[in-house]
């Protein structure tokens, strides 16, 4: 179980620290995102080392988007040096629009060649200590049709990741789905599966997630009790622990990544409803 932390302009350490000591007791590790969707803030490096500072495992999220492979490269052994165990790196979103001065977009390896190159740095005598990371990729749930093959995803356990981490899904029934074609084929017995779900305070979070967020997939049916409820921060939480105990019962699903829209202390809250907590 994993939780994400508020990347935003204003976090600093006293920050990051205080929101760790609202979830480390509930998860067993932190993810920070990589400036996602264009969304400043310090860099994940830091952010990590401020974690282990903490006494927090982290799962720092890189992204090809933002840096060429020397950057990359230096991101990675900075990581390795601090202690990073887990890191998830992914293609990156493209920056929103309304981004002023636009940056220029960078994309001199993919997602899946820098898993390669991480796998290939595990075992590079030449560097003096050699990062034991567990590596970790993205994809997105989906309902695939009779006889499909996840090409993308054989391709990344090619390339040597060890867990992979879907979008941010709520619908357990596509989950069902789509993971009877991984455990078919063999894709989940051969890495970690890793559920995403979300604490939504409020309807208009959750349409604005849907609206705002590529690949975020969020039911109608959970859109209208939000809708309808009388405390809604109280409904988003049973829906997450329900949600938590879903994934729980599908075959090749290991664990969650769970995000709060507004506040952070509603995700142990929905652990422990959900029976998971500790």
Same mark, same amino acid.
């Given at each position: 179980?994993?939780?994400?932390?508020?990347?935003?302009?204003?976090?600093?350490?006293?920050?990051?620290?205080?929101?760790?000591?609202?979830?480390?007791?509930?998860?067993?590790?932190?993810?920070?995102?990589?400036?996602?969707?264009?969304?400043?803030?310090?860099?994940? !490096?830091?952010?990590?080392?401020?974690?282990?500072?903490?006494?927090?495992?982290?799962?720092?999220?890189?992204?090809?988007?933002?840096?060429?492979?020397?950057?990359? !490269?230096?991101?990675?052994?900075?990581?390795?040096?601090?202690?990073?165990?887990?890191? !998830?790196?992914?293609?990156?979103?493209?920056?929103?629009?309304?981004?002023?001065?636009?940056?220029?977009?960078? !994309?001199?390896?993919?997602?899946?060649?820098?898993?390669?190159?991480? @796998?290939?740095?595990?075992?590079?005598?030449?560097?003096?200590?050699?990062?034991?990371?567990?590596?970790?990729?993205?994809? @997105?749930?989906?309902?695939?049709?009779?006889?499909?093959?996840?090409?993308?995803?054989?391709?990344?356990?090619?390339?040597?990741?060890?867990?992979?981490?879907?979008?941010?899904?709520?619908?357990?029934?596509?989950?069902?789905?789509?993971?009877?074609?991984?455990?078919?084929?063999?894709?989940?017995?051969?890495?970690?599966?890793?559920?995403?779900?979300?604490?939504?305070?409020?309807?208009?979070?959750?349409?604005?997630?849907?609206?705002?967020?590529?690949?975020?997939?969020?039911?109608?049916?959970?859109?209208?009790?939000?809708?309808?409820?009388?405390?809604?921060?109280?409904?988003?939480?049973?829906?997450?622990?329900?949600?938590?105990?879903?994934?729980?019962?599908?075959?090749?699903?290991?664990?969650?990544?769970?995000?709060?829209?507004?506040?952070?202390? @509603?995700?142990?809250?929905?652990?422990?409803?959900?029976?998971?907590?500790?």
């Amino acid at each position: 179980m994993s939780a994400e932390l508020f990347l935003r302009p204003e976090t600093d350490a006293e920050s990051i620290h205080a929101q760790a000591a609202v979830l480390q007791d509930d998860v067993d590790a932190i993810l920070l995102t990589d400036n996602q969707y264009g969304q400043l803030h310090l860099s994940s !490096l830091v952010a990590a080392g401020l974690l282990i500072q903490s006494g927090v495992d982290a799962v720092m999220q890189l992204s090809c988007r933002n840096r060429n492979r020397i950057s990359l !490269l230096s991101d990675l052994m900075g990581a390795a040096a601090i202690g990073v165990s887990s890191l !998830l790196l992914i293609r990156g979103e493209r920056v929103p629009d309304g981004f002023q001065p636009r940056p220029r977009a960078v !994309l001199d390896v993919t997602a899946e060649e820098l898993i390669r190159i991480v @796998t290939t740095m595990k075992s590079d005598e030449r560097l003096k200590s050699l990062p034991d990371f567990f590596v970790g990729g993205l994809v @997105t749930a989906h309902g695939a049709k009779p006889g499909w093959v996840p090409k993308k995803l054989h391709k990344k356990i090619d390339a040597g990741v060890q867990f992979v981490q879907m979008h941010l899904c709520m619908n357990v029934n596509l989950l069902r789905e789509y993971m009877k074609h991984l455990v078919a084929d063999r894709s989940a017995q051969r890495i970690s599966m890793m559920g995403s779900v979300a604490v939504i305070s409020s309807a208009d979070d959750a349409k604005w997630l849907r609206k705002h967020r590529a690949n975020v997939m969020i039911p109608d049916t959970l859109v209208e009790r939000l809708e309808n409820a009388s405390n809604p921060e109280e409904e988003g939480i049973r829906i997450c622990a329900e949600v938590l105990q879903e994934l729980a019962q599908i075959p090749g699903i290991a664990g969650a990544n769970i995000i709060a829209s507004k506040d952070l202390t @509603t995700i142990p809250k929905a652990i422990h409803l959900a029976g998971l907590g500790g």
